[in-house]
Nanobody, 117 residues
Framework: QLQASGGGLVQAGGSLRLSCAASGFTFDDYVIGWFRQAPGQEREGVSCISRSDRDTYYADSVKGRFTISSDKAKNTVYLQMYSLKPEDTAVYYC????????????WGQGTLVTVSS
């Protein structure tokens, strides 16, 4: 299971840190990704991190503002978000893709991030 948390209401320019805690499996065998979906829009990939933590991906829209990291001892992946913009408002989801597969098969519930202007 994946448990996402940390969403909330923040003013533009502010920061939030989202957490994705895993239970029942360890991150070593998975790629963990953050996705978001704004009202009326399709879900988009935001960032992901591999087990080695050396391989990370960021969508162009968040590059330079968001940082993904992991704490293996806590089996938790974090998404630190800085310089938030109103267009970052969305429900954020974390998901896991087992290495060697193509699909993010495991999804947590979403956490809502609202950025006010």
């Amino acid at each position: 299971q994946l448990q996402a948390s940390g969403g909330g209401l923040v003013q533009a320019g502010g920061s939030l840190r989202l957490s994705c805690a895993a239970s029942g499996f360890t991150f070593d065998d998975y790629v963990i990704g953050w996705f978001r979906q704004a009202p009326g829009q399709e879900r988009e990939g935001v960032s992901c991190i591999s087990r080695s933590d050396r391989d990370t991906y960021y969508a162009d829209s968040v590059k330079g503002r968001f940082t993904i990291s992991s704490d293996k001892a806590k089996n938790t992946v974090y998404l630190q978000m800085y310089s938030l913009k109103p267009e970052d408002t969305a429900v954020y989801y974390c998901a896991a893709r087992r290495l060697g597969t193509d699909d993010f098969a495991y999804w947590g519930q979403g956490t809502l991030v609202t950025v006010s202007s």
